[in-house]
């Protein structure tokens, strides 16, 4: 059975005094004394070496006791223990540091305290349903909005298994993602992502389920505003000219007897009337295009010569192309030709009235996309909020579906389009943004 620590000292400590402890008896009772003398002598070189290893054992074992009251303090979660300095020594110096390390416990665990509370209120607040799930696809974790779309409790729903919650389906395939979906809480549209996280060494999978319908019926409302807003211009533009000419006609053929130009008078109303029936005609075939444009049929296809094709249709002014490199996209050709074709339209629309016209295109590669641009030195863009509204146009005889198309071409790429003004120099520019690949 191995001798504890307290123990060893003890008999270490023995063994170093009895050598001196051996001698001082033999001197006391070799030389000539009086017996209680020896007796006293005796007493005393007995007695202070076990005083010596009581005192040296206290001074051994209580600082460890010490530091020992402090780890399992610490083991348990209690912060609240501090030990007594002691002092510049070694044993002193061991103290205090393991009072720094309480110290910086309690601190961590408070910060943590407050992170928890605020992730908690956080997660109850948010209107985005939140799931946690172990390896065996248990539910461990839901937030309300969680309870809400289940339509169950917490206390009912922890611990039951994905399947049973009908979220199973939910925790692989493409995140995110958008479904239609049926819960007890509501049916609508909603985004899902899932990732995989690890609490405490174990995989965990987090899903996030988020309503859609809501942002989708607002996004519908302001489009059907802006959409009933270009008609109800568009229609009125038609309607009001057509219903004064008629209300004209109507009174010359009511007088008695008619004018002499009567004629003439018919045959120019009727006209205008035929014109703006037709202009109303375009304006619904433009709306129709607008609405059936196909899928991008993709291949793959080198950028500098659509550049260099799409330049040569523009021949009010040559296009400065800037830059010389090649790359190859996988785009439908061409689409992306009736984006260039549009935009480089507007900046010679622009530019036209320009002392020195200047229209510029450019292409680079930037991570993994491709980065085309357009730049002009016109005007610039008085209303840029405006811009890819259908309908909405600036010029004379626009149609407004231009830069609406534009867009949607692009979107169907997976790219963006964006119009701004020039920050150093006058003009606007015109950026392209398609996938590399």
Known sequence: MPINYERRIFALTLLAILPATGIALFLIWWTEREAWLKWALTTIVVALPILFQLGLRNQVSRPLQTLSNLLAGLREGDYSINARSGGGDAMGLVIDEANSLVETMREQRLGAL??????????????VAVFTFDNDHKLRLVNRSGERLLGKPVERLLGSEAPALGLEEFLSGESPRTVQQQFAGGTGRWRISHTTIREKGRPHELLVISDLSRELREEERIAWQRLVRVFGHELNNSLAPIKSIAGSLCSLLKQDP?????????????????????SLDRFLGSYARLTRLPKPQKKETELAPLIERVTRLETRLAVQIETLTNTKLMIDADQIEQVLINLLRNAVDAVHETDEPNVRIGWAQKDDSIQLWITDNGPGLANTSNLFVPFFTTKPHGSGIGLALSRQIIDAHDGTLDLRNQVDSQGCVASIRLPAG
């Open 114 to 127: 407050e992170a928890t509370a605020l992730l908690q209120t956080v997660m109850a607040k948010i209107d």
């Open 258 to 278: 008619p004018p002499e130009d009567l004629n003439d008078d018919l045959s120019r109303g009727l006209g205008v009337v035929a014109a703006r029936a037709e």
